[in-house]
């Protein structure tokens, strides 16, 4: 239980300080952190409905303990952070030249 609190702790104040000090000076930054932030912005934002979600449900429902609602819950916000960070990075915006004539 207190992994599970750790985590929730983490994801919700250690990964959007990380993002905000990676969003520092941004416009100065390659391409690649360019990528990496907006993909943690977007993994956070998504995995925070997730864990909104799961957190509104009916206490009846909470009564098993069920693993899924308790990784909704905990887990979402930094692994949801970590895999839009990847996911970001390893998708690359090619630019496409025009053929030569």
């Known amino acids: 239980m207190i ?3 750790v985590a929730l702790l983490l994801g919700l104040f250690l990964v959007p300080g ?13 391409p690649l952190w360019h990528r990496v932030f907006w993909g943690g912005i977007a993994g956070h934002t998504l995995a925070l409905l997730v864990t909104m979600t799961a957190a509104l449900y009916p206490p009846i429902w909470w009564a098993g303990g ?6 909704a819950v905990h887990w979402s916000l930094a692994f949801g952070a970590l895999l839009g960070a990847a996911l970001g990075a390893a998708l690359r915006r090619g630019k496409t030249k025009a053929p030569a004539a």
């Open 3 to 5: 992994g599970e609190r």
């Open 18 to 30: 990380l993002l905000l000090a990676l969003g520092h000076r941004l416009r100065r930054r390659t």
């Open 66 to 71: 069920s693993f899924w609602r308790d990784a």
